[in-house]
């Protein structure tokens, strides 16, 4: 198996009939002399099988030939969700369908251009179904074994964007996974009923998935199955593939949306990252908005749910967007019309959160459907752009082999960690009963945000991982398992510290209301007794507290304390204590009656942002760096041989000149080299380092420990 490049880098150039055939010969000459090392395509079954067992492969042949006599390695985007005609056609009860018993059509992919797409990344045949399995599944066997062994063959990509539509499974095949799926959870018809309240059931085929969602048990029973079958799907494919090829390593992309939509389309960033050698991530930016934060975010997302595993940016905006419906009415300058400098930004950000290979959605725009014109960094008719060109710029400064020791460095752990319980965000879906859950992903990023906006590194940290982390912030807290919570107060007896917004763990397990709050003994955790508590989010956008002479805005909910062994240290403004501090074995805890992430989300209030920045302090949080004009980002990373390297990021239209002071924690440090920026961006004195950094670009520096 040859190696993958230093830093893969290229773009997804093929989807059936874009771009033009006679560019093809082309566009792979002009790809390779720009720096270009990877191509993913999408292997469409739709595009691919046009009769039961007629494959057309002549299109796909030519692309991977092309790659093999330009020296461009490609990635295998197996697409069994584009599902060929005939089959919608001869197999009807293979078709997805909706709570209300209709099935989905065959219809256009937006990405693609082509049809056989049914609802989202869902595709439209269900592998419940044995006979849509064994189809999916001679085509994957078709593909594997017709390219696993050409030159130009790199890896598979599996389910992209890893995510399902809320609105299927139901038909039969389903069903029945459902049931056998209860059965092995409870043993027994009747054990089922009482967890359900559904005391009178008679036989397993009275047992029906919930149309209507609500914070029931039954929802949430049905929404844990849900993602466990989807991607048992997922397995299937890997499992198929390598059993076929066991020499390519398999990838993957997700979306980015473990704090959105792991409850409702099953993006479990960390489930689908444990499965594949390398994951990755869409984000394009003008589809997000702008914002700093919002990228940083999802680089630290993936990174987080990667556990150590390489990840890629896997489709990265290069061209602009125009007509879609995440962007009508933006501003042009929100990534709209994308800049050469916004494609160098971009993925300085992606690599310094530690990305070691990029891809952009596009080489060339599509010609047809709504997202012509889209994406890509090179023009329409396949000439190059001033956005291409700083694209091959980049490509080739990363690939160089003077950034071999710079891209195997990784970003230094988080000064403190955000908590991540799942069934918390399944509970506010259900809770919403409209298909959201925003109080859950509001108040998880206005917490990320808090932090970034003061130039706190914070780490996303699933609850399975939390050991790794001497301080974290639980947003949002309000259902928690049993057996997380047991989790979290033996990690602060261990020595942890934990700061916790209101209401921890109020619902506990199936949903269902502790009599004693903070539930599940919590409160011996945190040294309180609830003495009250509102749930009125429609009027509480307004509520405040004092802290250390702050005043923080809260909202969403309210719960008041007693003291309880712990000591109260703020108030709301009618008296009632909003604040507890305790210790407990080793560790400490800091409740907070409200949710400062939400409102901060919401606000962007001054003393809400001085309160992220205060209970850093309390936690003794001294970060890794500090910007001194307070508009630049500033990351390290450290390669396993102990060099130290320092990114520092400008993310706005003006020159900024700064300085950086690193943490004691790392000794002295002087600049030993640049690897990006000009050579007087950097000068140093002690610890404290002056930087002078573009518009929109970035200074990167070994730094060298002195001893």
Request: proline fraction near 5%; aromatic fraction near 12%; include cysteine.
């Amino acid at each position: 198996m040859n190696a993958l490049p230093q830093l893969p880098y290229g773009a997804v150039y093929f989807r059936k009939s874009n771009p033009p055939c006679e560019d093809w010969e082309r566009d792979y000459e002009a790809a390779r002399e720009d720096g270009m090392n990877l191509f993913r395509h999408w292997f469409m079954w739709g595009a691919i099988e046009t009769a039961p067992g007629v494959f057309d492969w002549a299109d796909y042949d030519r692309q991977m030939d092309l790659a093999a006599q330009q020296g461009i390695k490609t990635i295998i985007a197996e697409m069994i969700t584009s599902v060929p005609e005939w089959a919608v056609d001869t197999y009807p009860s293979a078709v997805h369908t909706r709570a209300d018993g209709t099935r989905l059509k065959s219809r256009m992919g937006v990405s693609s251009a082509t049809g056989g797409f049914g609802d989202g990344s869902s595709g439209a045949l269900c592998l419940d179904c044995p006979e849509a399995r064994q189809l999916a599944g001679r085509f994957l066997k078709e593909l594997v074994l017709r390219y696993k062994d050409h030159p130009a063959m790199a890896g598979y990509d599996v389910w992209n964007e890893c995510n399902y539509s809320p609105h299927v499974c139901y038909c039969e095949h389903t069903k029945n996974k459902f049931r056998s799926w209860l059965q092995n959870k409870y043993g027994s018809l009747r054990e089922l009923g009482s967890a359900w309240h559904r005391y009178s059931y008679t036989g397993w085929d009275q047992v029906q998935p919930p149309e209507q969602l609500e914070p029931y048990p039954e929802c949430m029973d049905w929404l844990d199955f849900k993602k466990d079958n989807f991607y048992n799907h997922m397995q299937w494919r890997i499992d198929l593939i390598r059993s076929l090829d066991p020499d390519h390593p398999i990838t993957a992309h997700g979306i980015a949306g473990s704090m959105n939509a792991m409850a409702s389309m099953g993006a479990d960033d960390w489930l689908a990252a444990s499965k594949v050698e390398v994951y990755g991530f869409t984000w394009v930016a003008s589809r997000k908005g702008s914002e700093p934060w919002k990228q940083w975010h999802a680089v630290d997302l993936t990174r987080a749910a990667s556990g150590g595993k390489p990840f890629w940016h896997a489709e990265a905006q290069g061209g602009p967007l125009w007509l879609q419906p995440q962007v009508t009415g933006r501003p042009r300058e929100d990534g709209r019309v994308t800049e050469p400098e916004d494609i160098r930004l971009w993925q300085m950000t992606s690599f310094a959160g530690g990305a070691r290979g990029l891809l952009f959605p596009r080489w060339r725009p599509l010609l047809d459907g709504p997202l012509f014109g889209a994406f890509g960094p090179y023009a329409m008719d396949g000439s190059r752009t001033e956005r291409s060109r700083m694209a091959g710029t980049i490509a080739k400064w990363a690939n160089a082999s003077a950034q071999k020791e710079l891209l195997e460095a990784a970003p230094v752990q988080g000064d403190i960690g955000i908590l991540v319980t799942p069934e918390t965000q399944t509970f506010d879906y259900l809770l919403s009963r409209e298909g959201k859950c925003e109080l859950y992903s509001h108040s998880m990023w206005g917490a990320y945000q808090g932090f970034f906006d003061n130039h706190i590194q914070a780490d996303w940290v699933h609850i399975d991982q939390i050991d790794k982390f001497k301080v974290l912030y639980w947003p949002y807290p309000i259902m928690t398992l049993h057996t997380h919570a047991e989790v979290i107060k033996r990690w602060v007896e261990q020595g942890g510290i934990l700061i916790s917004e209101g209401c921890p763990a109020y619902f506990g397990d199936r949903g269902r209301v502790g009599t004693r709050q903070p539930n599940y003994s919590l409160g011996e955790l945190f040294g309180a007794m609830e003495n009250g508590v509102e749930f009125m989010p429609d009027i509480l956008g307004d509520v405040t507290f004092g802290f250390n002479g702050l005043t923080v805005r809260g909202g969403v909910y309210v719960q008041s304390y007693a003291a309880g062994g712990g000591v109260a240290l703020g108030t709301y403004s009618d008296g009632r204590t909003a604040v507890i501090e305790h210790t407990c074995g080793k560790g400490r805890t800091l409740l907070v009656g409200t949710f400062p992430g939400e409102a901060y989300y919401r606000t962007h209030d001054a003393g809400t942002l001085e309160f992220f920045s205060e209970v850093a302090r309390w936690a003794g949080i001294q970060p890794h760096a500090r910007d001194s004009n307070g508009t630049l980002t500033v990351r390290l990373s450290e390669h396993h041989n102990g060099s130290l390297y320092l990114w520092v990021l400008n993310h706005g239209r003006e020159e900024v000149v700064s300085e950086v002071a690193l943490s004691p924690a790392w000794g002295e440090c002087r600049p030993s080299g640049i690897h990006w920026g000009h050579h007087e961006a950097l000068s140093a004195s002690a610890n404290v380092l002056q930087v002078r950094v573009p518009a929109k670009d970035a200074v990167i520096a070994r730094l060298t420990r002195q001893t």
